[in-house]
């Protein structure tokens, strides 16, 4: 028997997460993405940075670590942009990503966006989530890009202030506190205030997957280090829920919201 009704063709949902550290992606996101690629969403990986101005071994182990924690989140693409890391302190050194101009890095990452027909970007907040200059950066690119590459719905990462008051244990937490340390009023707080965000998304079930894909980053996140020495509870306490902010029309990943 034959059918004359043409195969109806149904886009997969494509989404695109902009990170700028390898490790970032798993901390911040890691969770999200593992929920959606088992919904079958296709999900590109685009860091910034990969520390290649330490030394080529340095960039080496970064990106290797990065893709395995994309194997375990099953991560359809990763993508580097290859550009240095701009540091924590001072002003970001010439041709870091922090330094490179916005237009610059966005024409790069709109190509990908328009490669993968991305249907969403996700970003940054406004304050870089805790004011780091290459996370500013992927604010400003991510936006940017979406504005180039026509793409409708903008997330910005983010995370709930008022939940990081109860998890000082939070990488987030000790970043603004070493950040708040260096700055001279002391009122740099990190994240967005919770009637701010429009998603929250409890990661619970793929919880192992999220800390898998964060050890993968061994270089960053060792086995001996604060984060992997969590038990079980306490780190679905820290880690157990992603935070996001949208721009443009809700897609896939708005049903993922458990808030
Ligand atoms: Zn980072």
Redesign the pocket.
Known sequence: MTSNTPPIHQPRPSLLFF???P??EA?FTGGTIALLTDLGVGVTVVIA?DDHHVGPIGAETRRLEAESAATGLKVDRLVFLGYPDSGLAGEPAPGSFAATPTEEAADRLAAVAREVEATAIVAYDSGG?YG?P??LAVHRVGTSAARLAEVPTVYQTTVDREHLHFVATHLVGR?VESLTRSSADGKLAGGSPTVLIDITIDVASVLDRKRAAMAAHISQIPPDSEAMLLDDATFAAVYGNEWYVRSGPPTVLDQLNTS
Request: hydrophobic letters at 35%.
């Open positions: 990170h700028a550290h490790d970032d901390i940075t989530i780091h290459d996370h970043a």
